[in-house]
């Protein structure tokens, strides 16, 4: 007996299954997405305990209370804000100027309980009972300071960014009695940078205002 088996009776060769194309793939998987959105398996920013996560989140925060140009101030502020930063971005005092931000520029010099210090790397957190004076405290009203005036008289600014910070460290170092001479009053306000070269008309104006000269 023939045990021959007919070609009709030999299954066809499996054909291994098309690839999608990129069209068909990328609708596919926006409808996918858009029925697992629809149906809520996926947590949004607001979901349940999005609250709790981000208070958790969030640096550590202090409320400290400061006088600035003889008004107190209570604040509750992030732990690392800058006095700059507070007195620029919390209390709108813009006078004060963020130049390097490194303390290296003398452009945001701000007297602490009559001490120069750059606002910029001073923390908000650590003045609590502090006196503050910034360039907007120096004046009496209408009537400068006289080393405001000083400036003026002696033409010592161009641009003038500067200048808040030139006036306040000149301030500190009428104070301070470190006026004796042009060779000193240069050495101590030497932290102080003047990109427009006024150096000179600077001196004058804070060797003026110690002086009379």
Known sequence: MSTEVTDSAVPPPAT???????????????????AVVAGGL???PFGPGAEEAAAADAPPSGRVSLTVNGQRHTVTVDNRTSLLDLLREHLDLTGSKKGCNAGACGACTV????????????????LEGAEVTTIEGLADGDELHPLQQAFI??????????????IMS??????EGHTGSKDEIREWMSGNICRCGCYVKIVRAVEQTAHGK
Not at 16 to 34: H, I, K, N
Not at 111 to 126: K, M, W
């Open 153 to 166: 008289e002696q033409d010592a600014f161009q641009c003038g960014y500067c200048t808040p910070g030139q």
């Open 42 to 44: 996926v947590a949004g």
């Open 170 to 175: 000149g301030v500190g170092c009428i104070q």
């Open 111 to 126: 007297l602490v309980d009559g001490r120069r210090v750059n606002s910029c790397l001073t923390l908000a957190i650590r």
């Open 16 to 34: 291994p299954p098309s690839e999608p194309s990129r069209r068909t793939f990328v609708a596919t998987t926006a409808a996918v997405g858009g």
